[in-house]
């Protein structure tokens, strides 16, 4: 038999034909004796399987002739467990080489099937990581827009609130007038557009992004958060000093409901008269008060 150093992907189809021509020719019509059938000859052209297991890994498939019968043999099985042996004994070590060489074709195929099976199992998860990233991300879409309407639902029941009829109220009102600093909009980002459209381009705002990877995981920071600050406060009102924190009001609800209903803008620059005018006939004297331009 022919030798082969490096049998691989890209030559082992070539080096089998080659292997199979080669035993054909060692094999056809070759004299055999076998201790249960007796003489016989090896008439018709001999197959190579690589599909078995254990001893017969490998087989080169052959039907023998005794005498009217014919019967098909694993060859280099049957010539190894001495059941069959070949009348020119040369014969025998040849096949084994062979054999050797069909063993390593098939680790090859097996290879090549390996990776082929780990190709499909990749697509195959690739796929499903896809599909699933579908899913969650329509999912989280569905989520967000709920939140959404549920978010403007409730910030909208807060621009329907009824006119206060407190006068500690308007006092309050005035007093924020005066010493307001900056009434400030962090907004998620899928309600930037909302925001826009209720307040216009100039509104002062910042957007977060809800997605931005934290230390604890992402933010998700569902919610609006409105606020007013306050330049160097004096005589907190009563009414308000609960909701005051570090001369700043944290509370979306009421902020909102400046802005809404009595004049307020996101931003710096707020404008007295407006807010004025949003101010019942019977409490602009309240108002006033906290403004500081009447007398106690």
């Known amino acids: 038999m022919k030798t082969y150093k490096d049998i691989n992907v890209e030559n082992y189809e070539s080096i089998l034909e080659e292997v199979i021509a080669e035993i054909k020719e060692l094999l056809l019509n070759k004299e055999v004796q076998s201790i249960r059938y007796g003489s016989g000859k090896i008439l018709e052209t001999p197959e190579v399987s690589l599909d078995g297991s254990g001893s017969a890994s490998v087989g080169i498939v052959t039907n023998i002739q005794f005498g009217e019968e014919t019967k098909k043999f694993y ?36 290879e090549i099937k390996v990776a082929e099976a780990k190709i499909l199992r990749e697509a195959r998860e690739k796929l499903e990581a896809e599909q699933k990233a579908k899913e969650e991300a329509r ?18 029941e807060i621009k329907k609130k ?10 309050a009102l005035g007093w924020m007038t005066k010493y307001v600093g900056t009434v400030s909009a962090d907004i998620p980002d899928y309600l930037e557009d909302w925001f826009i459209k209720r307040f216009g381009p100039e509104a002062q705002k910042r957007v977060i992004d809800t997605t931005r990877a934290t230390s604890g995981g992402n933010s998700m920071k569902w919610n609006p958060s409105f606020s007013i600050s306050f330049k160097k406060p004096e005589n907190i009102p009563i009414s308000i000093q609960t909701l005051m924190a570090k001369n700043k009001i944290n509370n979306t609800a009421f902020v909102f409901d400046l802005v809404e209903n009595y004049g307020f803008v996101f931003g710096k620059a707020q404008d007295v008269e407006e807010i004025k005018r949003h101010i019942p006939e019977d409490k602009l004297e309240n108002f006033e008060k906290g403004l500081g331009e009447v007398d106690e």
């Open 75 to 110: 060859i280099n099985v049957a010539i190894e467990a001495n059941s069959i042996r070949f009348v020119d004994e040369t014969l025998r070590e040849k096949i084994f080489e062979a054999v050797e060489i069909l063993k390593q074709i098939k680790a090859v195929k097996n």
């Open 139 to 156: 999912e989280l879409e569905e989520k967000i827009k709920a939140k959404q309407k549920k978010v403007i639902d409730s910030l909208n």
């Open 162 to 171: 009824p006119a206060s009829t407190d006068s500690d109220f308007y006092y």
